[in-house]
């Protein structure tokens, strides 16, 4: 039989994944506000100026149970092609603009949008690809238990510089343990790694190489 001090635990986590989340996220995006929408307008005004149009960089990607949203960034990249008329690599086409964004992680601000409208959350597991969804492990795919995040427990754990094994589990660790505590630790350590600008890519690619799934 469980514990009274197991079962009051287990009521506290149930109670803030049904709203106690929502209120975080909403508070937070109250706080921030004053002090998030002049950087939205400065950077907007930048990236018009410098890459044109459109400012804005959107992405299908899977959310809470794999349903779909269209996830907003600050676009980081031209659009140049090759001599066919295909894009050139994200490495190639990635601008030194956007790697200045990116390195302070300012091309994400556009998502607190999609906290706003509740298809993400503050902390949770990165929104990824559509194609990733058919190469997760039955393991690896419980990271979409949770709404996606801005940030994540795999990011401040390392972001770009992990493997995609090792972000998949911290991910799926994540899910089984949130609670308030660990949010507001995960928020107080991004706005450290952001400062230190760790982890942003990986060696020799734009962010992360494709992830391709487990090789068997």
Do not use: C
């Not at 906290?115 to 929104?127: C, F, Q």
């Amino acid at each position: 039989m469980e514990s009274a001090a197991a079962t009051r635990s287990v009521g506290e986590t149930s109670a803030y994944r049904r709203w106690g989340k929502r209120a975080l996220d909403l508070l937070g995006l109250l706080v921030a506000s004053p002090f998030v929408l002049p950087v939205v307008m400065i950077v907007a005004l930048v990236v018009r100026l410098q890459l044109g149009s459109p400012v804005f960089f959107r992405q299908v990607r899977p959310g809470h149970k794999a349903k779909p949203f269209t996830l907003l960034k600050f676009r980081t990249m031209n659009s140049v092609r090759d001599e066919q008329g295909n894009l050139l690599s994200d490495e190639k086409r990635l601008t030194k603009l956007g790697a200045l964004l990116r390195r302070h992680s300012l091309d994400e601000i556009p998502q607190l949008w999609n906290v706003l409208r509740g298809e993400m959350t503050l902390v949770g597991p990165r929104p990824l690809l559509l194609q990733y969804l058919d190469r997760y492990t039955s393991e690896q795919a419980r990271r979409h238990e949770a709404k996606p995040g801005i940030t994540g427990w795999a990011q401040v754990q390392g972001r770009n510089a992990l493997s995609w094994e090792e972000k998949f589990a911290l991910d799926v660790w994540y899910v089984d343990h949130m609670n308030w505590f660990l949010d507001i630790k995960i928020l107080a350590m991004t706005l450290w790694k952001v400062a230190k600008s760790e982890g942003v890519n990986q060696p020799g690619q734009a962010t992360a190489e494709e992830f391709r799934g487990i090789l068997r």
